[in-house]
């Protein structure tokens, strides 16, 4: 099960965390997240205990939605150290979004 990540949690889950981590910038109303939504809840199981994997609404988090700059959704942002390493904007097969992760691992 992906992490439900807030604009609370968000730096001790993601940014504090020594693994790396996707965060799924979503909302309730957007179609195309509700595509991707599925594949980040796949990858939570096939990633356990090597990745942080959870999902931000935006509509319920605008600090943290602001803070990267989120104009579109779904966005999926790829941290390690902290740091945004890649970002991946829209949907797309879950083959694109395991490859970014493999890079960080």
Do not use: H
């Not at 992906?2 to 504090?16: G, M, P, Q, S």
């Not at 790396?20 to 809840?41: K, N, Q, S, Y």
């Not at 931000?56 to 941290?79: C, E, H, Q, W």
Request: charged share 30%.
């Amino acid at each position: 099960m992906a992490i439900e990540l807030t604009d609370a949690n968000f730096e001790e889950l993601v940014l504090k965390s020594d693994k790396p981590a996707i965060v799924d910038l979503w909302a309730e109303w957007c179609g195309p997240c509700r595509m991707v939504g599925p594949l980040v809840e796949e990858m939570s199981k096939e990633y356990e205990g090597r990745a942080v994997i959870g999902k931000l609404d935006v509509d319920s988090n605008p600090g943290t939605t602001a803070k990267y700059g989120i104009r579109n959704i779904p966005t999926i942002l790829f941290f390690k150290n902290g740091e945004v390493a890649d970002k991946q904007v829209g949907a797309v097969p879950k083959s694109v979004l395991v490859a970014k992760l493999e890079k960080l691992l």
